[in-house]
């Protein structure tokens, strides 16, 4: 997930594009996984739970390889959709997976499986930045010498030793070897395990609950969700790109903005490490209730970088 805000920037320049250029790709990736998303939820009561995930990761997989090596800014849409495609049906397919696990004891489970995707995205910083192209900043003087203008521009594209393929394939192809061995994984245990499946809806909670409550808490948690995860996934693809643009932006060299970015993914880290112990001690809806304070503060921060 947060491999493209770190290598947006060297793909642009790859492509002699600038990053306004290919901008769109949020539209790409955000349809992509909504589209992987919705057409999960429509097979996964239809389509084997271990073939289905193996599918979407082989669909992501393709994807992740494939987007270091465009040719132009309509296939780097494509592959990046593709990849994200996959990821929405996968994880979707996970987070149902646990449900039918663990049933009702699946609330820190689920907190679990995405501490590990938010430290993932964490590490991605360190693991990438070697392959991204550098950042020089210079000033532009005017003719009496004096200083008009601060500029940053990009190392020129760079190669694998003795190959053609760019430098900055190396984290995507990090990540598509995992992502093998994933698809390896799901297809032993596709053929050599079963999974039982065990019934975690407890019925008289309809009854208790009502069906509007249900209604209800879906809205108002799709509402928070699009607000507050969409709002995070895009803050974070610019951070990096604030942090080493000149205007507006910190100027801030490579690693350093690399760095800058895995400080805000390890703040989500500690709060997901936190959640997976607050989901055995507090309700839903308690959990919830925190989600607007942390939306207002997260939109008062955005303001401040943009």
Same mark, same amino acid.
């Given at each position: 997930?947060s491999?493209?805000?770190l290598?947006?920037p060297?793909?642009?320049?790859?492509?002699? @594009?600038?990053?306004d250029?290919?901008?769109?790709?949020? *539209?790409?990736?955000?349809?992509?996984?909504?589209?992987?998303s919705?057409?999960?939820?429509?097979?996964?009561?239809?389509?084997?739970?271990?073939?289905?995930?193996t599918?979407?990761?082989?669909?992501?997989?393709?994807?992740?390889?494939?987007?270091?090596?465009?040719?132009n800014v309509? =296939?780097?849409?494509?592959?990046?959709?593709?990849?994200?495609?996959?990821?929405?049906?996968?994880?979707t397919?996970?987070?149902?997976? $646990?449900?039918?696990? #663990?049933?009702?004891?699946?609330e820190?489970?689920?907190?679990?499986?995405?501490? #590990?995707? $938010?430290?993932?995205? !964490?590490?991605t910083?360190?693991?990438?930045?070697?392959?991204?192209?550098k950042?020089?900043?210079?000033?532009n003087?005017? *003719?009496?010498?004096? !200083?008009?203008?601060?500029?940053?521009s990009?190392?020129?594209?760079?190669?694998?030793?003795?190959?053609?393929?760019?430098? +900055?394939s190396?984290?995507y192809f990090?990540?598509?070897?995992?992502?093998t061995l +994933?698809? =390896? =994984?799901?297809?032993?245990? @596709?053929f050599?395990?079963?999974? %039982?499946?065990?019934?975690?809806?407890?019925?008289?909670?309809?009854?208790q609950?009502?069906?509007?409550y249900?209604?209800?808490?879906?809205?108002?948690?799709?509402?928070?969700f699009?607000?507050?995860?969409?709002?995070?996934?895009?803050?974070f693809?610019?951070?990096? @790109?604030?942090?080493?643009?000149?205007?507006?932006?910190? !100027?801030?060299?490579r690693?350093? /903005?690399? %760095?800058?970015?895995? +400080?805000?993914?390890? /703040?989500?880290?500690?709060?997901?490490?936190?959640?997976?112990? #607050?989901?055995?001690?507090?309700?839903?809806?308690?959990?919830?209730?925190?989600?607007?304070?942390?939306?207002?503060?997260?939109?008062?921060?955005?303001?401040?970088?943009?």
């Amino acid at each position: 997930m947060s491999i493209l805000g770190l290598a947006l920037p060297t793909l642009a320049s790859n492509l002699n @594009k600038t990053i306004d250029d290919v901008s769109l790709v949020l *539209v790409a990736r955000g349809g992509g996984y909504v589209s992987g998303s919705f057409i999960a939820g429509i097979l996964e009561s239809k389509v084997n739970f271990h073939l289905l995930a193996t599918i979407f990761v082989l669909v992501m997989s393709i994807g992740v390889v494939l987007t270091p090596l465009i040719l132009n800014v309509a =296939s780097f849409y494509i592959f990046i959709g593709l990849s994200a495609f996959g990821m929405g049906g996968y994880e979707t397919v996970a987070n149902v997976l $646990c449900l039918y696990l #663990w049933g009702k004891k699946s609330e820190p489970v689920l907190q679990f499986l995405h501490f #590990w995707f $938010c430290f993932g995205s !964490a590490l991605t910083p360190f693991l990438s930045k070697p392959f991204l192209n550098k950042v020089f900043h210079y000033t532009n003087h005017s *003719v009496n010498g004096s !200083a008009t203008t601060s500029m940053a521009s990009f190392q020129n594209i760079t190669y694998i030793e003795n190959t053609t393929v760019p430098l +900055v394939s190396v984290p995507y192809f990090v990540i598509a070897g995992f992502l093998t061995l +994933v698809i =390896s =994984s799901l297809l032993i245990l @596709k053929f050599f395990a079963s999974l %039982d499946s065990t019934e975690s809806q407890d019925e008289n909670t309809i009854e208790q609950e009502g069906t509007r409550y249900r209604y209800v808490m879906l809205i108002l948690m799709f509402l928070l969700f699009f607000l507050l995860v969409g709002s995070e996934v895009v803050m974070f693809t610019f951070l990096y @790109k604030f942090g080493i643009s000149e205007t507006p932006g910190l !100027a801030y060299s490579r690693d350093v /903005s690399a %760095d800058l970015s895995a +400080v805000f993914l390890f /703040s989500v880290v500690i709060g997901q490490f936190f959640a997976i112990f #607050w989901s055995r001690k507090f309700s839903l809806g308690s959990s919830l209730s925190v989600l607007p304070a942390t939306l207002l503060n997260q939109t008062q921060l955005s303001r401040q970088l943009y």
